[in-house]
């Protein structure tokens, strides 16, 4: 299993950014795929998951009406849309996805919103 995000930056506050996450080595179109993210000295926060078809998606309250998570199940790929960012939401976001009880993790890729 392999997860590559990409897509991080430097943005003001109020900007957008969108995150990229390439999935292989799975049969992705199987998984529910997740974003987390990780601010600095804090733990690591579920902020959205979507299903392995697509379709209902659920968000952390902190980001809901603001990201929104979709996938291309024919590129392998899973997307996490940031709009309206907040300095808060400053972190290091990660893709994840689960199978057998094991948790695979990409490297992460930083977001840093300024003010």
């Known amino acids: 299993v392999q997860l590559v995000e990409s897509g991080g930056g430097l943005v003001h506050a109020g900007g957008s950014l969108r995150l990229t996450c390439a999935a292989s080595g799975f049969t992705f179109s199987s998984y529910a795929m997740k974003w987390y993210r990780q601010a600095p000295g804090k733990e690591r926060e579920l902020v959205a998951i979507?299903?392995?078809?697509?379709?209902?998606?659920n968000y952390a309250d902190s980001v809901k009406g603001r990201f929104t998570i979709s996938r291309d199940n024919a590129k392998n790929t899973v997307y996490l849309q940031l709009n309206s960012l907040k300095p808060e939401d400053t972190a290091v976001y990660y893709c994840?996805?689960?199978?057998?009880?094991?948790?695979?993790w990409g490297k992460g890729t930083l977001v840093t919103v300024s003010s």
């Open positions: 994840n996805t689960r199978d057998w009880g094991v948790d695979y």
């Open positions: 979507i299903p392995s078809a697509g379709g209902s998606t």
